[in-house]
């Protein structure tokens, strides 16, 4: 047999969503889970539960695939640095990883780059809260550097007092201008170990209390110049950080252009719109980066495609509610992760291809709304589909 | 847990493709296979090994499931009826059924519901086929009425004496007029129980020694009045036997109009360009179709779409091909099966989408050749391409 073996680390929904484009290519999928019932779990006939943090469980995993990749950003550095010393291929590395692992990494580095930071510096105290604060205006932003995701690890500050709790528990923390933004942009470049690299377009995201709630490419009335800016940059970016696989670079539309968020190192929700809307979805694309195959068409194959989100509402039987959005529209994708419903949690998406932005927004919104069981209740900041 | 679970019988590439469709839909997959490593055992963390022809290892396997359908119709009908019989859905049901497992049952039926068969005969010696011939005229072709596949149990037969073993060993065959046709169709449809149908567009299919090379929707040059009358047929039929699930009928296309060929109640691989090329994939539609769902948009999602097959020849190492298919052709979908080289073999398949169908089918063919390890030689029938 000469199709290689596939390891990822974590079994959540993101996991999950590359065994189809495993399937397809023909190589091994193989899950170190969490849990025997995780997403990812449930859809692979190779599956290992076991602690990441723990390397003997990372080396073993890894002795029976060919290369190692991720569902999450949480395996610590070290280990990562182990398992390549120890000869296993590793992507992305962690001297990528990094990047999407520390949020203080990351802004030192855009600063290098020149890509366009908000105002923000390292504080471990009140006092330098404080300072910062008083040079750049409150409210400011204020994150733990590591492990944040979905609006966890990130506080708004209206004076420095109010972060006391924060540095005794924390440490050291990064403080980030608040900015002024119209609208949130992300895009998702896939980078191979050889150098080659593919940009999706750009899309507008639309968060509600930190989470993604939609997704739309490419991003309604974007200028093509900001867009080849965001194109250029997100290149740049992906070869000085040797990115393998796929990288988001989550962002701030601003009157001026944009100014960079965050990255993660991974499939992420903002190009879900890639499974039913693109040549290659984000899936396929992280595999085919990190097996160091020649990457596929990230083109759009419709005017318009949108995400939106499936977030647990206080109702069970989500399954029931198929009857409803498969007959209301037959063209709807849905896409469930197996899991339990919890308030807020993130239970799968509907993509959505259309002529126009606007309908594909309101059509994948109504079909995941109802899912879940929870009135269609457009976010406010969608002013771009009007 | 309200989301129910599939049992397919049969670890095939049929019911291996169906598994990213069960991974979307968020439903179980279960899989009754004839190896450990079959296909779709593969890429299934519900995995039965068991041999579909002891009813005892069905009825354990359906009790662990809320529906049952297959891979290929090789289950006998009296087991399907049996667990049936003991409260479980089987889909499609062995009423249905029988009309692609029995050739005969199927040339009677086509008769019944008005639809363009060649002349038959059910025969059972060389007197009978003797007969048929001096009426019909030879060559004709001679079929066994259940078990044959790609090509196998199916002869051309200049005189009838030719035929003298295969009555010996068989018994009754099926004895129809060789039709005179210009190009192969093929047309796909979905059918619920509660009776919602969807139908694909008419697909042109490329044979060569009995095995599918090639397909390409919608067939190209196809006429609105045929394509029209096909749909309807193909829509009859479904109703009329009770398909649950999707169903092919294969065709040949005459001077007249068209000849019905055969059936399958099942995917098809005449529709596997709806992977990539159609809003809902066969393998999505039948699930969708056998749990009962409103059924998915069979849109095309571009003006052509082909499918190639890769047929295995002398070369073992299929996957280092990649390396050129995909950089050569960046949007070539490439679906292979986890299955070990024989030549001639049915290993997996290419789907590319163009503007044109002559580009497409180019593309495909190329990949899938290439894959294989074998010299691009375009079918001599491709008349509709020139």
């Known amino acids: 047999m000469t199709f290689p073996r596939i390891g990822v680390i974590g079994g959540g929904q993101l996991a999950r969503m590359m065994a189809p484009a495993a399937e397809a290519l023909g190589v091994g999928f193989h899950v170190l889970s ?21 390397y003997p469980t ?16 949480h395996v610590p550095t070290e280990h990562l640095e182990a398992l390549m010393a120890a000869g296993h291929a590793v992507h992305p590395g962690p001297a990528a990883l990094v990047h999407a ?6 802004r ?43 609006g966890h690890g990130v506080r708004v500050i209206h004076a420095a007092a109010e972060a006391a709790d924060w540095f005794a528990e924390a440490g050291t923390l ?8 119209t609208r949130e942009l992300s895009v998702m470049v896939g980078r191979s170990p050889s150098g080659q690299t593919a940009v999706w377009p750009v899309v507008a995201t639309y968060q509600q209390d930190g989470i993604c709630k939609e997704a739309v490419a490419p991003a309604p009335g974007i200028s093509a110049e900001l867009a080849t800016t965001i194109t250029a940059d997100v290149l740049k970016v992906a070869g000085a950080l040797g990115v393998t696989g796929v990288m988001a670079m989550e962002m701030f539309e601003t009157a001026e252009g944009y100014i960079v968020n965050e990255l993660a190192m991974r499939p992420h929700n903002t190009g879900h719109w890639t499974q039913d809307g693109s040549v290659t979805s984000q899936f396929e694309q992280h595999l085919r980066a990190v097996l160091d195959l ?28 198929y009857l409803h959005v498969m007959a209301h529209d037959p063209a709807a994708k ?18 959505v291809c259309s002529e126009s932005a606007a309908d594909a927004v309101a059509r994948a919104r109504h079909a995941a709304d109802f899912i879940a069981g929870v009135d269609t209740n457009p976010h406010p900041d969608r002013k771009d589909l009007a």
């Open 334 to 351: 849905v896409h469930m992760y197996g899991k339990s419903v919890r308030p807020g949690r993130k239970l799968g998406h509907v993509n």
């Open 34 to 54: 969490e849990a025997p019932d995780a997403p990812a779990a449930q859809v692979s006939s190779q599956v290992v539960v076991g602690d990441y943090h723990d």
């Open 294 to 321: 020649p990457l596929g068409d990230p083109a759009p194959i419709a005017p318009a495609c949108a995400m939106a989100n499936v977030l647990g509402a206080d109702r069970d039987d989500l399954y029931h509610a």
């Open 174 to 181: 990064l403080a980030e201008q608040k900015v002024d933004f």
């Open 108 to 150: 030192a580095k855009m600063d290098e780059l020149g890509l366009p930071n908000p105002a923000w510096a390292e504080v471990s105290s009140v006092a330098d809260l404080e300072e910062f604060g008083s040079r750049i205006g409150f409210p400011l932003i204020l994150k733990t550097p590591r492990g944040g995701y979905d």
């Open 58 to 73: 990372l080396e073993a995993f890894a002795s029976t695939v060919d290369v190692i990749t991720f569902d999450h950003e």
């Open 101 to 106: 692992q520390d949020k203080l990494v990351m």
